[in-house]
């Protein structure tokens, strides 16, 4: 298989304030915890676009996860507490003249470079991955315009595009279920 380049390919990874943070999980984690755990997903779905060669923005309010996203090479940009499609279309507008842009959710403990890539190829122009409650946890779109963000419960549909089964982006962590499945798959 011959390497595509995604020179210019941007991927954006939008994060809470980390006290608003998986915030389903209060009941099995407390505040420090969950914050420590979106840190630690953050990294993990930044590293992975870094090694594909995507440019990286992290999308958030918090200052302490702008500096986590910077410590890896990324860019950050604040949001002022936006809700996830305002964010997005924030990111969409700053980064307008970019040839793609690959949208990742940040708690996905199962992605790979393979997945990422395998999404960007199927972007023409749109490209998406479903959680399973039919939210979307990754999409590609090349040009970024051809993607209007439209975020919440039924979203993968609404976003349309060709829709991938790539288990290493489905599975986020949003429950204690999860979590624990996540757990078992990055050790450390």
């Not at 755990?37 to 958030?60: A, N």
């Not at 972007?123 to 991955?129: F, I």
């Not at 590609?140 to 993968?156: D, I, K, T």
């Amino acid at each position: 298989m011959v390497a595509r380049s995604h020179s210019g390919w941007l991927a954006l990874v939008p994060v809470k304030a980390l006290p608003r943070g998986k915030s389903r999980l209060a009941g099995v984690l407390d505040e420090d915890a969950r914050g420590d755990l979106v840190l630690f997903l953050l990294r993990r779905v930044v590293s992975v676009c870094l090694e594909v060669g995507l440019e990286v923005c992290v999308v958030s309010p918090d200052a302490e996860v702008h500096a986590a996203a910077r410590a890896l090479g990324a860019d950050a940009l604040d949001d002022g507490g936006r809700d996830l499609s305002a964010s997005i279309e924030l990111a969409l507008e700053r980064h307008a003249n970019a040839p793609g842009v690959v949208v990742l959710a940040a708690d996905l403990p199962h992605v790979t470079a393979g997945d990422v890539r395998e999404l960007i190829a199927h972007a023409q122009p749109l490209a998406l991955v479903a959680a399973a409650d039919g939210t979307t946890n990754a999409i590609a779109a090349s040009p970024p315009a051809a993607f209007r963000p439209s975020y919440g419960p039924g979203s993968a549909a609404r976003h349309g595009g060709t829709r991938l089964r790539l288990v290493g982006i489905e599975r986020d962590v949003d429950t204690p279920d999860d979590l624990g499945l996540a757990l078992l798959a990055c050790p450390g």
